[in-house]
């Protein structure tokens, strides 16, 4: 019978609590932790090919998606470059409009007027949007407690991170 991770994991644990309360260590004990040493070796390889499996498949993931990004990237500037090049013969030619196709109409239309800024550096202040963004220097808090200062509103921490190589 194959026993999940987390069963490895309990039965573990468990034979080890009874080794450091100072129990002796049986015959059937030993052999029990060597058998669970194999068990837990086999079923993190096993984890471990998978975890690689999905990697691959992310990275593929990823990778189609930057291809599919750059492919929308360089459709936007064909359409754009189209658009503009259409559009600076129609008003070139004075035409307005065109509904000729049965399937679209081709219009100039006249937007609405834009505020276009010159020379920010002479905007007076009256007419200049101060926007305040506000979070807290983690590198800052860091230090000051690397140092040896207490903090009561905030804590190293330190975490543990899987490797599979």
Same mark, same amino acid.
């Given at each position: ?9 309990? +039965? ?53 998606? *930057? ?10 500037? +064909? ?27 081709? +219009?100039? *239309? ?11 550096? +002479? ?7 101060? *926007? ?9 808090? *860091? ?23």
């Amino acid at each position: 019978m194959s026993l999940s991770l987390y069963e490895i994991s309990s +039965k573990y644990q468990g034979l080890f609590s009874a080794l450091s309360n100072g129990e002796e260590i049986s015959e059937e004990q030993l052999k029990d932790i060597n058998e669970l040493e194999d068990s837990l070796e086999n079923k993190a390889v096993s984890i471990a090919s998978l975890i690689k499996n999905m990697e691959a498949e992310q990275k593929a993931i990823v990778d189609a998606q *930057k291809e599919m990004w750059q492919r929308e990237f360089r459709l936007s500037k +064909k359409i754009d470059n189209l658009k503009g090049y259409l559009k600076s013969h129609l008003i070139s030619c004075g035409v307005k409009e065109i509904k000729s196709s049965p399937y679209f109409q081709i +219009k100039l *239309k006249s937007c609405p007027e834009k505020v276009v800024i010159n020379a920010e550096s +002479k905007v007076p202040d009256e007419f200049v949007r101060t *926007k305040v963004t506000v979070e807290a220097d983690k590198t800052k808090i *860091k230090e000051h407690i690397k140092a040896g200062n207490p903090c009561d509103f905030a804590h190293l921490e330190m975490d543990v991170r899987l490797e599979i190589k």
